[in-house]
């Protein structure tokens, strides 16, 4: 937040809201959304995350709840300039929400997860199993930036390549014949949780008894911890943030085929060895 005199330096009329530390811009709602618009549809062009004629699904996904409603808002956005349909999918225990949306579909995990990791695939086998009912082509995860470098710090410190691919931008499912994809990993957490809170988006959402019901110690605490240090991190060096991201992409594309993971899970998509990851081999195996 800045003070009241400031004028936005983008549009040089409104107020600005918003200090963008690394470039130096002061900015009012309507540029922040713009702005916010504008790498969204910056992300999807560069990866082809999305074509005319899509049936799309927005997820809201269990461990980034609180950013997926405003983010919801700039997908609908966005999604206006395509001939598109768009649904949302949503946990089914998540209540009170974007009222205004006709198309909207539910999953409910299987279990509570007992890892981050074992928590975005069944995420990912939940939403596509109901998408392809529904004809949804593509699903878009909203994990923003903060999110995806934490997952990678994590993950490469702890020694595990084997859930580096969870960061991919574009992910397939080939059992059900779903894209994933991730608009908004260039996104800050913080400036989209400004815009949705400003534009009265997150007054309605009602969170306890989901989180209740699928958060433990270790899938959610054990990730906090790298959270505070990417978040601490970003502030005085966005640019690490930036670079970290480009680095799970360079592991993707080079150095995990090297280790032999050069196939697609064929429920969640992450790359495996086999055919199946170990997430899906245990708890979809005899389904
Ligand atoms: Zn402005
Ligand atoms: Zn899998």
Avoid at 109 to 121: D, V, Y
Avoid at 224 to 236: A, E, M, N, P, Q
Wanted: charged fraction near 25%; aromatic fraction near 12%.
């Amino acid at each position: 937040m800045v003070s009241k005199a400031v004028k936005c330096t983008t549009c040089r009329i409104r107020q600005a809201v918003y200090y963008r530390r690394e470039s130096g811009e002061k900015l009012c709602l309507q540029c922040l959304e713009k702005s916010i618009v504008r790498q969204v549809k910056h992300e999807i062009n560069k990866w082809k995350m999305l074509e005319p004629h899509d049936t799309i699904g927005f997820l809201i996904p269990i461990e980034t709840l609180l950013i997926s409603i405003p983010a919801f808002k700039i997908m609908f956005i966005i999604e206006r300039k395509y001939a598109t349909k768009l649904f949302l999918i949503k946990p089914k225990e998540l209540k009170g929400i974007v009222p205004d949306v006709e198309k909207v579909v539910e999953y409910q995990l299987p279990r509570r997860p007992k890892t981050i990791i074992e928590l975005l695939r069944l995420e990912r086998v939940e939403a596509a199993k109901i998408s392809n009912k529904h004809g949804i082509n593509k699903i878009i995860v909203p994990h923003t930036l903060e999110f995806e470098a934490t997952y990678f710090l994590m993950n490469i410190l702890e020694f595990n390549f084997e859930a580096l691919s969870d960061l991919n931008p574009k992910i397939y499912s080939e059992k059900y014949g779903v894209f994933f994809t991730k608009p908004f990993r260039k996104v800050k957490s913080y400036e989209i949780l400004l815009y949705g809170y400003l534009k009265g988006l997150l007054s309605e959402v009602h969170f306890s008894s989901i989180i209740s019901k699928y958060f433990t110690f270790n899938n959610c605490c054990k990730l906090g911890k790298y959270l505070d240090y990417i978040v601490t991190l970003g502030k005085g060096h966005f640019e690490l943030l930036i670079s970290t991201l480009k680095m799970s992409e360079l592991f993707i594309e080079k150095i995990l085929p090297e280790y032999g993971f050069r196939r697609s899970c064929l429920l969640c998509g992450a790359l495996v060895k086999n055919r199946l990851c170990n997430v899906c081999s245990t708890l979809y195996f005899n389904a």
